[in-house]
């Protein structure tokens, strides 16, 4: 009976693990994601340049920051275009770690009233282009969530870079994320059995 409970705790234990590391891999690794920091005069835009744009590295060109002008915010008040007068880029180096798996996650819409040719955004993992987005620009944004799945070799580069007409006029991108991906949720099917040996088996019934 000792060894079986030994056995039982010993389960348990990796299951918290499991599931401390579930809790963890929601944690977003990109810093300044949805573009809040610095924050400019609302319904207003400038282009911010190299070192300007909180935790992001800025192409030669700049980055265009627009706080719910010529259009609103995915998330919070602001958002950027990387078309400013020239294309530009955007870069971030992320913390991951080596081996494991990550969601990259974003929000995009294409410039209002303007075509798809001169919208489109490119992402890059560690300069190897991911894909390319592009929609044709409504009377009012029409954000769309785009999720990546991409394998880190540790301190990854994310890059996001206008890759539509050189004209001025490019796509907005808001709310970039990369987080780690859960543990299986197959994992935590052990747990009932478990805690059943602890005297919850009747609570686990009901749930089920």
Not at 25 to 31: F, I, K, T, W
Not at 110 to 116: D, P
């Given at each position: 009976?000792?060894?079986a409970?030994?056995?039982?705790l010993?389960?348990?234990?990796?299951?918290?693990?499991?599931?401390?590391?579930?809790?963890a891999?929601?944690?977003?690794?990109?810093?300044n994601g949805?573009?809040?920091?610095?924050?400019?005069q609302?319904?207003?835009?400038?282009?911010?340049?190299?070192?300007?744009?909180?935790?992001?590295?800025?192409?030669?060109?700049?980055?265009?920051?627009?706080?719910?002008?010529?259009?609103t915010?995915?998330?919070?008040?602001?958002?950027?275009?990387?078309?400013?007068?020239?294309?530009?880029?955007?870069?971030?180096?992320?913390?991951?770690?080596?081996?494991?798996?990550?969601?990259?996650?974003?929000?995009?819409?294409?410039?209002?009233?303007?075509?798809?040719?001169?919208?489109?955004?490119?992402?890059?993992?560690?300069?190897?282009?991911?894909?390319?987005?592009?929609a044709?620009?409504g009377?009012?944004?029409?954000?769309?969530?785009?999720?990546?799945?991409?394998?880190?070799?540790?301190?990854?580069?994310?890059?996001?870079?206008?890759?539509?007409?050189?004209?001025?006029?490019?796509?907005?991108?808001?709310?970039?994320?990369?987080?780690?991906?859960?543990?299986?949720?197959?994992?935590?099917?052990?747990?009932?059995?478990?805690?059943?040996?602890?005297g919850?088996?009747?609570?686990?019934?009901?749930i089920?």
């Open positions: 009976m000792e060894i409970m030994k056995k039982i010993a389960g348990l234990a990796i299951i918290l693990g499991v599931s401390a590391q579930a809790h891999a929601g944690v977003n690794l990109v810093s949805s573009f809040e920091n610095p924050d400019i609302s319904g207003s835009w400038t282009i911010l340049y190299d070192g300007d744009l909180t935790n992001w590295e800025a192409g030669e060109d700049g980055v265009e920051v627009r706080d719910n002008a010529a259009g915010a995915f998330d919070g008040d602001q958002f950027v275009e990387l078309d400013t007068t020239h294309n530009s880029s955007i870069t971030q180096t992320l913390a991951t770690t080596a081996g494991s798996s990550y969601e990259l996650s974003f929000a995009y819409s294409g410039r209002i009233s303007q075509s798809a040719d001169t919208n489109a955004i490119s992402i890059f993992w560690n300069g190897v282009m991911v894909d390319t987005v592009t044709i620009g009377a009012q944004h029409d954000w769309v969530v785009y999720t990546f799945l991409v394998d880190a070799v540790g301190n990854d580069i994310l890059t996001f870079a206008a890759n539509g007409l050189d004209d001025s006029f490019g796509g907005s991108l808001d709310a970039v994320s990369v987080s780690a991906v859960p543990v299986p949720a197959a994992a935590f099917l052990f747990a009932p059995a478990l805690l059943g040996f602890m919850l088996r009747r609570k686990t019934a009901k089920a």
